[in-house]
């Protein structure tokens, strides 16, 4: 076995898990065709903004991941008032994808004067280490009141508690159904790779009738898309999977950080694939979506599951984790091994890689961050744009990607029945990384959250880049 440089070891754990150049596909337009847009920095100084949405309040509301807060941003003058103050509360590990994460509103039914709640999902530190892991942090999602005249949250309560949580693939976005549901994405918490390579991968892990009566979430709900009750309680027509019926829908996802719904109901999802195979998929409850036996379509190129874990006879915490290098004792998985259905991607980033692809590019090779050159782009948001008048010229129907290593914001163009992926389209390539995007409501201006640090490829060269021309920022776009 040949091992990687030291660096890389030091580097990985967390900073890199979010993976990304291009190998654009011939359906890839040139940033050439972009209608016209203006640029601004509309609010500097947030703590890795996670979460950016249109209030109804006409604000910008904005997670902050590291900042431990809910900020509120007057879109014209980027004005800042926090809204809530987690600090003591919520935890964030340096680098790590844990922290305050996912918003959603739920504002008064039409024609009625009740409450506007805000639903937010966050880390908090717990005594109880998890079986098997260890892990002592969990995720909760807890609801809060808007206080209309000092446009605070307050009167919080816990929803759901007792979710996975680490430091690595928290996924974490939330949204708010026409069905009146939670919908909840939760990410495989990194297990088998980087720090956590001997953490079994629990994505295709379901939950047992015993788990449920105890709430134990924990173990059976990394790697799921959750759809949950307004109170936190189990709606009763979720999928029943494998005999039971719990918060999960779906099944067999890596980290979902894109989650939107179109109007007619279509949710569409992102995910963030390992070397290869970022994915692009339209949610099905009760289905499974692969990983980590496939990642992007069943076709065994440049992706085996090698099961870290099930190293035998040399137990995995003797082996040094290596992303290039696998050792003769763990398990290794071919996609076409494994027969299960699935439900495939409508569309990857990242995959016309062949089994000879050489993921260990001499551009990356200083200092070991040979990821930052993987075909991956890092999938960190998916915001779907509706067909409306006024609107940015062509781009009704889209889905909106933000993405972490490639420095740009990708607009995928749907076919008119919304099942598949008819071109894509690349914009507004900085040294970035990109990780939410909000529109105004008269869809003329696209917000795009920026995080503080970490690896992105350098525009000209795809070298890794480590410092960002924008960190921490919300960026304002407008169609001209
Ligand atoms: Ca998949
Ligand atoms: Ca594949």
């Known amino acids: 076995m040949k091992r990687i440089p030291a660096a890389l070891a030091a580097v990985s754990a967390l900073a890199l898990t979010c993976t990304a150049p291009a190998v654009a596909d011939a359906s890839t337009t040139s940033p ?11 609010a500097t100084g947030l703590g890795d903004p996670y979460e950016i949405v249109w209030g109804p309040d006409n604000h910008l509301w904005a997670t902050e991941k590291s900042g431990l807060k809910v900020t509120r941003v007057d879109p014209t003058t980027g004005a800042r008032t926090t809204a809530l103050d987690l600090t003591g509360t919520a935890v964030h590990t340096a680098a790590g994808q844990d922290g305050v994460l996912g918003l959603a509103f739920q504002t008064p039914r039409q024609g009625t004067s009740g409450s506007t709640y805000v639903y937010l999902s966050y880390t908090y530190q717990t005594t109880t280490p998890a079986p098997v892991t260890g892990e002592t942090r969990r995720l909760k999602i807890a609801r809060y009141t808007l206080d209309r005249t000092t446009h605070t949250l307050v009167s919080p309560k816990d929803i759901l508690t007792g979710l996975p949580s680490g430091t690595d693939h928290q996924s974490a976005r939330l949204r708010l159904g026409s069905d009146g549901k939670l919908y909840y994405t939760v990410g495989d918490q990194g297990a088998n790779q980087l720090e956590h390579y001997c953490n079994p991968n629990w994505a295709q892990r379901l939950l047992t009738r015993s788990e449920v009566e105890h709430k134990d979430w924990f173990a059976a709900y990394q790697g799921k898309i959750l759809r949950i009750n307004l109170d936190g309680s189990i709606p009763a027509d979720n999928p029943v999977i494998n005999g039971v019926r719990s918060h999960i829908i779906t099944y067999g996802h890596r980290n979902s950080q894109g989650l939107d719904f179109a109007p007619n109901g ?73 027969k299960g259905s699935f439900v495939p991607p409508i569309d990857t980033l990242g995959t016309s890689v062949g089994n000879d692809y050489n993921f260990a590019d001499p551009k990356c090779a200083e200092g070991g961050l040979y990821f930052v050159c993987w075909p991956t782009i890092a999938p960190s948001s998916l915001s779907y744009y509706p067909q409306r008048s006024g609107g940015i010229r062509g781009w009704g129907n889209s889905l909106i990607v933000t993405t972490l290593k490639d420095g740009s914001v990708y607009r995928l163009k749907l076919s008119a029945d919304g099942r598949h992926v008819v071109s894509r389209e690349r914009l507004w390539t900085s040294q970035n990384r990109y990780r939410d995007t909000a529109f105004s409501p008269d869809g003329k201006t696209v917000y795009v959250a920026t995080d503080n640090a970490g690896l992105v490829r350098n525009p000209s060269s795809g070298a890794p880049a480590t410092t960002l021309d924008n960190p921490g920022s919300i960026l304002a776009f407008h169609a001209k």
């Open 32 to 42: 050439s065709g972009e209608p016209g847009f203006t640029r601004s920095v509309l």
């Open 266 to 338: 279509t949710l569409y999802q992102a995910e963030q694939g390992p070397k290869t195979d970022d994915e692009i998929n339209i949610v099905r409850p009760g289905h499974n979506y692969g990983w980590p036996y496939v990642a992007g379509y069943r076709d065994d190129q440049a992706y085996t599951y090698n099961n870290w874990s099930a190293s035998t006879p040399t137990p995995c915490k003797d082996l040094t984790y290596s992303d290039l290098e696998v050792p003769d004792s763990v398990p290794q998985q071919k996609e076409t091994d494994w």
